[in-house]
T-cell receptor
Framework: QKEVEQDPGPLSVPEGAIVSLNCTYSNSAFQYFMWYRQYSRKGPELLMYTYSSGNKEDGRFTAQVDKSSKYISLFIRDSQPSDSATYLCAMTILDNFNKFYFGSGTKLNVKP | DGGITQSPKYLFRKEGQNVTLSCEQNLNHDAMYWYRQDPGQGLRLIYYSQIVNDFQKGDIAEGYSVSREKKESFPLTVTSAQKNPTAFYLC???????????FGPGTRLTVT
């Protein structure tokens, strides 16, 4: 069993839709959670990070963490064609070395 | 303009040849990482370094080697011992205390 599971998609939505991207994890020691956006043939770009349960909002993006269920989500409101990319979740244990555990990524396509 | 650069963007080699991928950062980060990305498998850690002249193996270090002679530079050599070297290689960096990793644009290596 992978430590981080992420539905690979692809997920296809119309422009303006609300998108929900999700990851589950098995290690209760994970305390810090991140979402990256990766355009085709590019390096991942850090979108959001959070270390507490609950919601964190940044513009059209909301990151949600539920540590009791070992479940994290990224919501995108008013999705745009420019949001079409692969979204990777990542998480880490807060110790001396920042080893990151990545999901396999969900490919999102926002249709105009 | 701070960031991480990787070169070249595309690299083609014949089987049996060693090849070195470049990674440079001007973010003044202490820690640097190399990942390999294959379709549907997310990011897998090859090597990491937290300080100059020191580095550790990640999850898939076999067939790879690194050096860290300067804080800004962390080159990766893909040796002929790597059984399946064709992949997208990503370099990342972070501060020691920080929990966000920043990625370079990647190098796509094709070995035939």
């Amino acid at each position: 069993q992978k430590e981080v599971e992420q539905d690979p998609g692809p997920l296809s939505v119309p422009e303006g839709a609300i998108v929900s991207l999700n990851c589950t994890y098995s290690n209760s020691a994970f305390q810090y959670f991140m979402w990256y956006r990766q355009y085709s043939r590019k390096g991942p770009e850090l979108l959001m990070y959070t270390y507490s349960s609950g919601n964190k909002e940044d513009g059209r993006f909301t990151a949600q963490v539920d540590k009791s269920s070992k479940y994290i989500s990224l919501f995108i409101r008013d999705s745009q064609p420019s949001d079409s990319a692969t979204y990777l979740c990542a998480m880490t244990i807060l110790d001396n070395f920042n080893k990151f555990y990545f999901g396999s990524g969900t490919k999102l396509n926002v249709k105009p | 303009d701070g960031g991480i650069t990787q070169s070249p963007k595309y690299l083609f080699r014949k089987e049996g040849q060693n090849v070195t991928l470049s990674c440079e950062q001007n973010l003044n980060h202490d820690a640097m990482y190399w990942y390999r990305q294959d379709p549907g498998q997310g990011l897998r850690l090859i090597y990491y370094s937290q300080i100059v002249n020191d580095f550790q193996k990640g999850d898939i270090a076999e067939g790879y080697s690194v050096s860290r002679e300067k804080k800004e530079s962390f080159p990766l050599t893909v040796t002929s011992a790597q059984k399946n070297p064709t992949a997208f290689y990503l370099c990342a960096s972070s501060t020691i205390q920080g929990y966000e990793q920043y990625f370079g644009p990647g190098t796509r290596l094709t070995v035939t």
